[in-house]
């Protein structure tokens, strides 16, 4: 994450890199709980820390405007034929 955001990246997608490790405390809610709000947090932080030179999309080179943000099919059911 952090030579993807010193070379332009926007952010990060996280996912299993910060929760996959709590799986070991299931069926327990309490300790799945327990070790989100600990050890999850502190895996995500490391991630955020990682990607705090990342460049808003909006700010980027290659962004144009916000009106040229358009899906192609938009409407009311645009994600059925995205």
């Known amino acids: 994450v952090k030579i993807a955001s010193n070379n332009g990246a ?3 997608l996280a996912g299993r890199a910060v929760w996959k ?3 070991a405390y299931y069926p327990n809610e ?3 709980r327990a070790w ?3 050890s999850g947090v502190e895996n995500y ?3 955020y820390e990682a990607s705090k030179r990342a460049t808003p999309y909006f700010e980027h080179k290659q962004f144009r405007s ?3 943000i358009m899906l192609e099919k938009a409407g ?7």
């Open 66 to 68: 916000f009106a040229s």
């Open 36 to 38: 989100l709000l600990t």
């Open 45 to 47: 932080m490391k991630i």
């Open 10 to 12: 926007s952010g990060f």
């Open 21 to 23: 490790d709590f799986t």
């Open 30 to 32: 309490d300790d799945m």
């Open 76 to 82: 009311e059911d645009w994600y059925k034929e995205y």
